[in-house]
């Protein structure tokens, strides 16, 4: 069961940049040989969830179907390095037509004519889309100009600055 304590890092203001950049995620989740995969993606955070939008033939989606549990990685190099990690559980709705959350991700980093273009071109050619949305179960916000270590590396610093 998913405690507030689990996913409070998700409302650090730091954090919550990185739910709103648009750069993609790195979405990690396991294959149908039961190997891990690890994907740039889009995403879209509504404040509860992430949502990601994919072709309804994409291998995730019946990846995804089979075991939900999933990683997310939302990272900005910096200098300094800052690192929103999350583990939720990925729920596949198809949705006619195109998602709203896959335009609206789009809609970060592309404005204008180029937007408009691009949602032309994306309702010319999805029919159908599936939606995942991940509820996010563990987060971890990790920001190293700040100090705010993984423990093992809080406990290695602490033992070695003596």
């Given at each position: 069961m998913t405690t507030v304590k689990d996913v409070e890092d998700l409302r650090h203001p730091?954090?919550?940049?990185?739910?709103?950049?648009?750069?993609?995620?790195?979405?990690?989740?396991?294959?149908?040989?039961?190997?891990?995969?690890?994907?740039?993606?889009?995403?879209l955070w509504n404040g509860t969830d992430i949502v990601v939008c994919t072709a309804v033939t994409a291998p995730k989606v019946k990846a995804l179907r089979k075991r939900p549990n999933v990683a997310l990685?939302?990272?900005?190099?910096?200098?300094?390095?800052?690192?929103?990690?999350?583990?939720?559980?990925?729920?596949v709705e198809i949705v006619d037509g195109v998602?709203?959350?896959?335009?609206?991700?789009?809609?970060?980093?592309?404005?204008?004519?180029?937007?408009?273009?691009?949602?032309?071109?994306?309702?010319?050619?999805?029919?159908?889309?599936?939606?995942?949305?991940?509820a996010p179960t563990w987060a971890r916000f990790y920001d190293f100009g700040a100090g705010r270590f993984p423990t093992f590396l809080r406990r290695l610093v602490d033992s070695t600055s003596g």
């Amino acid at each position: 069961m998913t405690t507030v304590k689990d996913v409070e890092d998700l409302r650090h203001p730091d954090a919550e940049q990185l739910l709103h950049t648009p750069d993609p995620a790195r979405l990690a989740y396991n294959g149908p040989d039961g190997f891990p995969r690890v994907i740039p993606i889009g995403f879209l955070w509504n404040g509860t969830d992430i949502v990601v939008c994919t072709a309804v033939t994409a291998p995730k989606v019946k990846a995804l179907r089979k075991r939900p549990n999933v990683a997310l990685t939302i990272d900005d190099i910096g200098p300094p390095a800052k690192a929103l990690l999350v583990r939720g559980v990925a729920s596949v709705e198809i949705v006619d037509g195109v998602a709203p959350e896959y335009l609206a991700a789009a809609a970060k980093s592309t404005h204008g004519e180029e937007l408009a273009q691009f949602e032309a071109n994306v309702r010319g050619t999805y029919m159908q889309m599936a939606r995942i949305t991940i509820a996010p179960t563990w987060a971890r916000f990790y920001d190293f100009g700040a100090g705010r270590f993984p423990t093992f590396l809080r406990r290695l610093v602490d033992s070695t600055s003596g």
